[in-house]
Each structure stands twice: as structure tokens, then as C-alpha cells.
């Protein structure tokens, strides 16, 4: 991770937002090459889902709506997450993130340990647990930990937790629900009936306009109705890069279904869809995996949802959620604003509330699973036997941020620098195209590694002086090939969609 945050900061992927004042936790800017990446995955989801299918249309809501949507939709009251202060470091804390286990020495507790949540916090708590055994000379045999988070913390255990922060015991406050919805004012007034939020999903968006969507007659069910968009939740830790963030985008898609329909093959269908997707970008099927929400822990209104899970550096988490919501939110909102959202069936003659699918995926998240599916360090040999480490990024031609890079073998040489910007223009028109003339070939090949630029073209003496055709260099297997300007059309146009 310490690699690839540094290459996105050289390189001008991601940045720290506001850092000349110090940086603000859970915000990031995205640099020239990261708003070419990020824009690359936008697009392909958008062309993809709304473009390449009969049944999906597109929507923008707005991101201030009116406080009554976060009403019916749950938000206000339940849209929280259990947070535990430090009273001594000040240091707050995600409660289901925080760990600890009895240390139990021939059957008696003797103390506790705590630990944030890892990789290994089993194994982390009873290294803890060694420590304390060791550091108060206990004698006897230490259990094997039994590690449960905070929110499963009994009320007399609170009190003999240690902080993280501290170490010691007595400083944390029991769980209570901290909102993460960002509230505002709309308007000059200031008081409660001018409270508004940020919203927290896009989906909310999606319901709200789905009897305008339905109004304007291109729709029969099953439909969906997608957006991209910016969604902020104030997380108590944000962490991980740009994996969990307070400003973050998503692309989540609403598929409205018959309330008789099968709603489990129709779930999983989106699933299918969905992992085929992540392939189609470059994510390997070796990093992805499934997780089923088990029955116990769904939301009540929930039929099941199945997370897409990644490999991360940092663990293997949530990528894209895909939920069976049934009518829970069509129903609350025709509830709380009285207005009937329901569809006409011409088979049955009969009105009824859709259900629906919702597949709902950050950007960000994608833009990092990429990036660490994609970042390699390598030893390659040159020329002349010297072994050097390049660092390559194996993005998808779909989403490389530069899709390929033109070079004139000299700079001095006025016809090779002129047969390569008019190859730079021409293809400039359609694709995302580099010039570099400075430097050694060789340092400018590692330079379009390092970003993720798929293939480098390099214009010689031969091209201007015999067929035309130049060198191609291909970015994973280092291979060189001459074609012609059509064969390089061709293999673009084949290869990015
Ligand atoms: N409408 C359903 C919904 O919003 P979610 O699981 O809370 O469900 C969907 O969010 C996706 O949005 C997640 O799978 C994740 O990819 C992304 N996401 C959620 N919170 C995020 C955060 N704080 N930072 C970055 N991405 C986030």
C-alpha cells in the first residue's frame, strides 16, 4: 500500500486534499492521471448498463434533497454507527472496529486486551495477552483469546478495556449511535426547519423520481434506473487510502421487478453481471470472492444481499454490494409523502409496488482495487544484460488513463519529431494519447509503465524513410512489433470499448 500511495502522489493519481493547510482526514483530490482513471471507469459502467442494455435509463438527482427523503427512507433515525470515545487521548473510535478478549489464565480472567481491527486481530490480541501474563510474572496456563468487538462489550467490561490509544484501562465510554449524515442549512435561516443533508447514497434518488421516470412512458417492467454520483458520510475512521473516505462516489443502479417475480434468480443474475463487469476492467477472478450476508444480520426489510469482495493489501473487503430491497423503500416514501408509487400491469390489470435489486459500487473503491490488482515491481534485464526494477501498472486498455504514447526515437531530428506529432494529432481525436520526446527511449518506456499507458509507439528512420511503419511496444509483455498507422487503429479500436 506504502508503494502504491506514493506512486499515485508522484505521479499525480491521488492526492491529500487541502494539504498545503495540513490535509483534512477522508478527503482526496484526484490528480491529472487519477480524473482520467476515475472518468475511464465512469464511462465504461455508464456505456455499459445504460448504453448496451434496453432496460436501464440514466438519472442525476441532486445531492441536497429534501430532509423528509432521509425521513422515510431511515436515515435520520438509524443511518449510524456505534462510536466509542477515549476520554483521555480524545481519540474516537468505530465500535465494531475495536477488539478485545478476556486474558484468562487457568480459567480466571486476569485482565483485558484490546486491539484495532486487521488482518490478524486474533492474533495480534493474544500476543497482547502474552505481554500482560509475562509483564505481571502470572503464572499458569494463558487461554487462547476469544476476541468480541466493542458493541458485544458487557457494561462492567467497558470500564477494564484498555484504549488503544492509552493502553490502560478506564477511559472508554460505552457504544452510543453517532449519525454519519452530513447536515446543513438551506436558505438564510438557520434553525431545524431549514436542516438539510448531504446525501449518504445515491439510491434515495432513484426512488424518489421513479413515478417521474415511470411517467415519462419508456419504461416496462423489469427496469433499472442507474446513477453516478457524490455521496458523504462522516465515518468515524476513515482509513485505508481512498477505500473508506467521508466524500466518495458511487454508481448504484435501482432494478425495479414484478412483486411475483423471481426475485432470487433475478439477484443473482446481478451478481453474474456485476463479477463479469469487474473482469471486463481487469480485475482477475483471483482477487474476487463472494460473501453472503448471513439471514441473522440482514436489514428487516432485506431479502439478502451478497457482497463482491477484493483482495486488498489490507484485507479482503467490500467492493460492490448487490441487495434484495423488496417494496421497503417505494413503500416508505409513498408513505411519507402520500403519493401512491406504484406501476400499472397490463397483464393482471392489477396496481402494485415493484421491488427492486440494487447493485450500488464505489468508485473509489474501484479506482483502488485496480490500482492494487494492476501494481507490480519487476526486475527486467536490458539490452546489455544490466538488471534493473521497474514498477508497472497492467490496467485495462479500457481504463489506462493514457492509452498509448508517442515517441520520436531523437528530438533533433526534425522529420521523426514531425511524423510523430501528426501521428500524436491524429490519434489525439480519439483516444488518450502522450508525447514524449526527452530522454532515452528505455526511461521513456518506464515512465509510460509506471501509469499504466498500454502501449508506446516509436517513430524511427525506417518509418520516415522506407514503409511507414514504426515500433509498438506492448506495456505487459514488453514485446516490439512494427505495424502500420491502419494495424495500430485497428488494435485500438479492438481493444478499448
Ligand atoms: N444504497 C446502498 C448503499 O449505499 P453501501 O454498502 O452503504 O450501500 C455501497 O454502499 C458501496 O459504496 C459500497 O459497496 C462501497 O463500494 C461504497 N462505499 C460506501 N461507503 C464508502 C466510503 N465511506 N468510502 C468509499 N466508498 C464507500
Redesign the pocket.
Known amino acids: 500500500m506504502d508503494a502504491l500511495v506514493a506512486l499515485c502522489k508522484r505521479r499525480g493519481f491521488i492526492f491529500p486534499s487541502s494539504e498545503i493547510y495540513g490535509g483534512i482526514n477522508g478527503f482526496f483530490d484526484y490528480g491529472p492521471l487519477g480524473v482520467e482513471l476515475k472518468k475511464n471507469i465512469r464511462d465504461c459502467w455508464w456505456r455499459d448498463l445504460v448504453h448496451r442494455r434496453d432496460d436501464i435509463v440514466g438519472l442525476e438527482s441532486s445531492i441536497i434533497m429534501h430532509a423528509n427523503v432521509w425521513r422515510a427512507s431511515g436515515h435520520v433515525d438509524g443511518f449510524t454507527d456505534p462510536l466509542v470515545d477515549c476520554k483521555v487521548s480524545k481519540q474516537r473510535y468505530r465500535a465494531d472496529q475495536l477488539f478485545f478478549a478476556p486474558v484468562v489464565v487457568d480459567g480466571a480472567t486476569v485482565g483485558y486486551v484490546s486491539a484495532l481491527e486487521s488482518e490478524d486481530t486474533a492474533g495480534v490480541l493474544q500476543a497482547a495477552a502474552e505481554t500482560l501474563k509475562r509483564k505481571r510474572a502470572i503464572q499458569g496456563a494463558l487461554a487462547p483469546v476469544a476476541p468480541r468487538d466493542l458493541t458485544e462489550a458487557r457494561p462492567e467490561e467497558i470500564a477494564l478495556i484498555p484504549s488503544p490509544a492509552t493502553g490502560e484501562p478506564g477511559s472508554l465510554t460505552p457504544p452510543r449511535a453517532f449519525n454519519m449524515m452530513f447536515e446543513t442549512h438551506v436558505g438564510a435561516m438557520r434553525d431545524d426547519s431549514a436542516v438539510a443533508y448531504l446525501r449518504p447514497?445515491t439510491?434515495q434518488g432513484m426512488f424518489v423520481d421513479f413515478k417521474a421516470v415511470v411517467d415519462t412512458g419508456r419504461v416496462k417492467l423489469p427496469f433499472g434506473i442507474a446513477q453516478i454520483g457524490k455521496s458523504f458520510?462522516n465515518?468515524i475512521t476513515p482509513r485505508n487510502f481512498i477505500?473508506?473516505?467521508r466524500e466518495?462516489e458511487?454508481m448504484?443502479m435501482e432494478y425495479f421487478i414484478h412483486e411475483d417475480a423471481d426475485w432470487a434468480k433475478c439477484h443473482r443474475e446481478w451478481i453474474d453481471w456485476c463479477t463479469g463487469w469487474l473482469h471486463s476492467i481487469g480485475l482477475p477472478a483471483s482477487h474476487l470472492s463472494e460473501y453472503n450476508h448471513p439471514a441473522a444480520k440482514l436489514a428487516f426489510y432485506s431479502r439478502g444481499t451478497t457482497d463482491i469482495m477484493f483482495r486488498y493489501p489490507f484485507g479482503v473487503q467490500?467492493?460492490?454490494?448487490i441487495a434484495a430491497r423488496g417494496d421497503y423503500d417505494l413503500k416508505q416514501h409513498e408513505k411519507h409523502s402520500g403519493v401512491p408509487q406504484v406501476i400499472f400491469d397490463e397483464a393482471s390489470k392489477k396496481k402494485f409496488t415493484p421491488h427492486v435489486i440494487?447493485p450500488?459500487?464505489?468508485v473509489?473503491?474501484l479506482v483502488l482495487a485496480v490500482l492494487c490488482a494492476g501494481y507490480a515491481e519487476e526486475d527486467v534485464t536490458d539490452d546489455k544484460g544490466n538488471v534493473e526494477k521497474r514498477t508497472v501498472l497492467r490496467l485495462s486498455p479500457r481504463i489506462a488513463p493514457v492509452k498509448v504514447a508517442i515517441f520520436p526515437l531523437l528530438k533533433n531530428k526534425p522529420e521523426l519529431v514531425a511524423r510523430a506529432r501528426e501521428l500524436y494529432r491524429k490519434l489525439q481525436r480519439r483516444y488518450a494519447v502522450f508525447y514524449d520526446e526527452s530522454g532515452a527511449i528505455g526511461r521513456r518506456y518506464r515512465r509510460q509503465d509506471e501509469i499504466g499507458t498500454p502501449w508506446c509507439v516509436t517513430i524511427d528512420f525506417e518509418t520516415v524513410e522506407t514503409d511507414g511503419r514504426f515500433t509498438l511496444r506492448e506495456r505487459d509483455s514488453m514485446q516490439q512489433t512494427r505495424i502500420d498507422e491502419t494495424q495500430l487503429f485497428a488494435l485500438l479500436d479492438a481493444q478499448i470499448d
Open positions: 447514497e439510491a458520510r465515518e477505500f473508506r473516505s466518495f458511487q448504484e467490500e467492493l460492490w454490494g440494487e450500488a459500487v464505489g473509489d473503491r
